[in-house]
């Protein structure tokens, strides 16, 4: 399976076994051989297996030693859904670049998607999503399908039932409104004189979370200049309206009461259109000049914008929109960008929402020193190495809400310096504390850093968001564009876990400020029946391992009664399976907190909370434990279809394909350890 800019991971991949067949393996064999362990430890292994608990371990660390690229990482896909590959058409089409190959591969993938009942949902087994599935169909129109093919007519019936077009969200009429097919004027308004109000104003632009700023800031450009590329007939989803629109259409539905949030924002767009529509827009030519520069600063050198594909989408979106030239060096280098996102085979093509090698790279390091590989074995050196060149040495937005704080850190992708994170940083921090490199003294000073800069972004509530500090202007989720409820970045529970077992793994003392004050938060957002919820993994399990693991590094007494309740409920939502799973809508309907069929991952997450809590010999940890070495595949891998990562809580979730077996071996090589004995 070739992309055009670095090697993926074969056997991490979504795509069917006919497509993973047209894949070069013969690389990824070499390399795995490069990277196996040298004799003299094989024969040590060969000695000591014993048990079906070694057998699964070293089959699953062998899994790693093949899937390893030779520049040292691992890197998975990031699967999400399909939306990101309908934009993708949706942009070519806008920018006149149609490849009508590439076209049919990405349709050719959308269809794929579909469910038998006609629509695109935004997890594996979630219910049908009306935006998500307007715009797979309009995509599927750009690329030639009729509105009679028997695909576009289950989903348009879908489409009706549930109210239309009208009834889309922001970005999705968005999309539709570039095209002439619903009208700018329902359009939230964003204008563009947000990039002239000062840092201190609620509503500027850094008061936004990363992701948000890198997209709104780009789509204002987009959104001031209202453009319309007319569609030919054929290509029109009027047919997507369940009555043509009225004016009062294009208006926001208000919530019960008068003195709401929601409410008064409604209201304040109201004015915001009369103002847009204003030919007297004294600061708008000023704010543009702004708002373009702040695009082409915030491009990396390869093109990337915030490592995410609605940043990078829309940039190139905005800078075609000011006039740019498709061949451009900036609008050039984005396409590129995007392109170097995709997954390409010989019948399909699918765009990922981001890329994760830092990650993925990080757990899986952790995984293989976690299951007993030697942490001088040149497989994990070159890894660990591979972090290390991969720091962030340069300011990035975060340096305006702290200004005297040096840089450091991690990133989650191969190239995002603008937007490092905590969480990636304190992974890779933890994974290569132990592991030799060449240069150990030059590891030290990297980890320094990026401590520093870690406990320097802590906010002033005690927690950890990702991207920012104080991003908790939670009054900016009930703008009406807000309607995926995720434009700030606040401290969370998994982030101040993570953090405190940062802190911890380095020896941080218990009374230090940055861990009382976090500790002090995690008491507070421990749920009434025990557990934490989870902003980044699905969703109270990954919650309470992130915390459970934070407090177990820092010493805490895991016998209180606060922390018993969270082993109690973990206990208590242990499937009969002897596994754990949690289901997406548990953001949605908290009564299904822990409930869900049995995952590989959230297994391994649960494992590891039980084992950091003491519980190593519990009937709870040995059923787990059987039952990922009962579900263990001959090649060491874990089939898992449920989506267990989360990108916005409700709305966009994810698949990490590395997750399915790196935290198994994370877990069972933790219970070896602690255990000392087989399975």
């Not at 369940?242 to 009461?257: A, L, N, Q, S």
């Not at 709401?260 to 007297?280: C, Q």
């Not at 850190?409 to 890779?428: L, R």
């Not at 009969?576 to 869900?596: F, H, I, K, N």
Request: a negative charge.
């Amino acid at each position: 399976m070739k992309i055009s800019k670095n090697p993926i991971s074969h056997a991490l991949t979504s795509f069917n076994d006919a497509a993973r067949e047209t894949a070069d393996n013969s690389a990824a064999r070499k390399s795995g051989k490069i990277h196996h362990l040298p004799a003299t430890i094989w024969k040590k292994k060969e000695s000591t297996v014993s048990s079906p608990l070694d057998i699964a371990i070293e089959r699953t660390q062998e899994f790693f030693f093949r899937e390893q690229l030779p520049a040292g990482y691992w890197w998975a896909e990031l699967e999400s859904n399909a939306t990101i590959t309908a934009e993708y058409i949706m942009l070519f089409h806008f920018m006149g670049l149609v490849n009508r190959e590439k076209e049919r591969k990405m349709a050719n993938y959308l269809l794929r998607q579909q469910t038998t009942e006609g629509y695109w949902t935004i997890w594996h087994g979630g219910p049908g999503d009306l935006s998500t599935t307007i715009e797979a169909y309009f995509a599927l129109k750009l690329a030639g399908y009729p509105a009679d093919h028997p695909s576009m007519s289950k989903a348009r019936a879908f489409i009706l039932e549930h109210g239309g077009i009208l009834k889309a969200r922001v970005f999705t009429k968005i999309f539709l409104a570039l095209f002439g097919e619903f009208s700018w004027l329902g359009v939230p308004s964003m204008p563009i004189e947000m990039m002239l109000l000062p840092t201190g104003f609620t509503f500027n632009m850094y008061e936004f979370s990363s992701w948000s700023r890198a997209t709104i800031i780009p789509l204002s450009i987009v959104m001031a200049e209202r453009p319309v590329r007319k569609l030919p007939p054929w290509a029109r989803v009027q047919e997507l309206y369940v009555r043509p629109p009225r004016p009062t259409d294009y208006t926001f539905t208000k919530e019960d009461g008068i003195l709401t949030w929601k409410n008064i924002f409604i209201g304040i767009d109201h004015v915001l259109k009369v103002y847009e529509a204003s030919p007297i827009r004294p600061g708008r030519k000023k704010a543009m000049a702004i708002a373009e520069k702040w695009v082409l600063e915030h491009q990396e050198p390869t093109g990337d914008w915030g490592g995410i594909q609605p940043a990078m989408l829309n940039s190139v979106l905005a800078l075609h929109v000011l006039g740019y030239a498709n061949d451009h060096p900036a609008v050039a280098k984005g396409l590129q960008a995007l392109a170097n996102f995709c997954i390409e085979g010989e019948d399909e093509l699918v765009l990922q929402s981001c890329v994760s090698p830092v990650w993925d790279t990080a757990l899986g390091l952790m995984a293989m020193v976690d299951s007993g590989v030697p942490t001088d074995h040149p497989s994990l050196s070159k890894a660990a190495q591979w972090l290390l060149d991969r720091e962030v040495r340069r300011p990035g937005d975060w340096k305006i809400k702290c200004p005297d704080l040096e840089p450091g850190g991690w990133a989650f992708e191969f190239m995002n310096d603008w937007y490092p994170d905590v969480d990636d940083s304190g992974i890779v921090m933890m994974a290569i504390k132990n592991v030799k490199v060449k240069d150990q003294r030059a590891k030290e000073d990297t980890i320094t850093r990026g401590i520093a800069w870690c406990l320097g972004m802590q906010s002033k509530n005690g927690g950890w968001g990702a991207f920012d500090k104080d991003n908790t202007k939670h009054i900016l989720n009930k703008i009406p564009f807000a309607d995926l409820e995720a434009l700030i970045d606040p401290p969370t529970a998994d982030l101040t876990g993570r953090m405190l077992e940062l802190m911890g793994t380095y020896g941080y003392p218990k009374d230090h400020p940055a861990a009382v004050r976090a500790l002090k938060f995690i008491r507070e957002t421990q749920e009434p029946d025990g557990p934490w919820w989870g902003r980044w993994g699905v969703n109270y399990i990954y919650g309470t391992w992130s915390v459970m693991s934070g407090l177990a590094a820092f010493g805490e007494d895991m016998s209180q009664p606060w922390i018993r309740k969270a082993v109690d409920w973990l206990v208590e939502h242990q499937n009969e399976d002897g596994g754990w799973g949690e289901c997406c809508e548990s953001y949605v309907d908290p009564r299904l907190a822990g409930v869900g069929p049995s995952t590989a991952s959230q297994t391994g997450w649960a494992l590891l909370t039980l084992l950091a809590a003491g519980e190593v010999a519990s009937s709870s940890v040995v059923r787990g434990v059987q039952y990922l070495l009962d579900t263990q595949k001959p090649d060491g891998t874990w089939d898992e279809d449920a989506f267990t990562g989360t990108g916005f809580p409700k709305f966009f979730m994810i698949k990490y394909h590395i997750y399915r077996n790196c935290f198994p071996l994370m877990a069972l090589g933790r219970y070896r350890t602690l255990a000392g004995k087989g399975l």
